[in-house]
């Protein structure tokens, strides 16, 4: 008897790497709903209208998934943003809007998920961190946060639930060509202070993301992970990110953090 079709929800699946991951989730056969606030799903993916933030809209779009196909065997959090500028300059309702989307928001759709996940004793769930949450980048700072709070909950989160056959996964992509770069929130606010410096960091980061990996390529790799049962807690895409991710641990922070200092806030 052939396995039933795996049904799988991803946020922020209107563009990007969410995009690339329902499609190819779709191509893998399984189900897929994507949440965004903006209705422009791949063909084969079906959108529901949520709001991240809003715990109300986020519980009535898993509840009605739930209603449609009784279960939910794979959630992709990869809704999310970036906001850049000097920490020092950053107002403080941009800060908390950065952890209140990119943190907050992937909890609010863990949380609606899990007890349907626990029900069934089975589920995966990937979680879109960063490089950027291993290796903060300065004058991203708050971006930065942001993703290595993510790496943290997953961690947690998985001891959590692991006696209920589920799994948790923190994806790190790097540079990745997609138009998250030009819905950065950029401030230049005191770069004169800061000597011109706040620029050549976001201009070196936007080149970089610009040249990176394609979301298809991105979003194929997400999907692939999605549809293992079990991977390590904490996955890098693309052979040089993960051979950052190693360095990152073998290096003493001090020689880590001044690297990441030379490349972004010279």
């Known amino acids: 008897m052939s396995e039933p079709i795996k049904v799988a929800v991803v946020t922020g699946g209107s563009s990007g790497i969410g995009r690339a991951t329902a499609l190819s989730l779709v191509e893998k056969g399984c189900k897929v709903y994507e949440l965004s606030r903006r ?14 933030t809003d715990e109300t809209q986020v519980k009535a779009a898993i509840g009605e998934i739930i209603r449609r196909e ?20 950053t107002d403080s309702k941009d800060a908390h809007q950065q952890l209140e989307i990119n943190l907050f928001g992937m909890d609010n759709v863990t949380r609606a998920v899990l007890p349907h996940m626990r029900k069934e004793k ?6 879109i961190s960063s490089i950027a949450g291993i290796l903060p980048i300065p004058f ?31 994806v790190l992509p790097g540079d990745i060509a997609t138009g998250f770069t030009d819905a950065r929130n950029k401030s230049d606010s005191g770069n004169d202070v800061y000597g011109g410096r706040i620029e050549r960091s976001v201009a070196t980061m936007e080149k970089d993301e610009r040249g990176g990996m394609s979301p298809d390529k991105a ?18 895409i693309g052979f040089s990110y993960k051979a950052v991710a190693v360095l990152s641990k073998l290096l003493p922070r001090s020689w880590s953090n001044y690297i990441v200092g030379k490349i972004y806030a010279k």
């Open 140 to 170: 991203q700072l708050w971006y930065s946060v942001s993703k290595s709070a993510i790496a943290s909950y997953v961690l947690a989160l998985q001891n959590e639930v692991r006696p209920f056959g589920i799994t948790v996964c923190a």
């Open 70 to 89: 009784g279960r939910i065997d794979i959630l992709v959090n990869n809704a999310g943003y970036g906001i850049s500028g000097a920490a020092e300059m």
């Open 219 to 236: 979003g194929a790799y997400i999907a692939r992970l999605a549809l293992k049962r079990r991977t390590r807690p904490l996955k890098a």
């Open 122 to 127: 089975s589920g995966r769930i990937l979680c």
């Open 39 to 52: 209705e422009n799903p791949p063909k084969g993916v079906d959108h529901l209208t949520a709001d991240i």
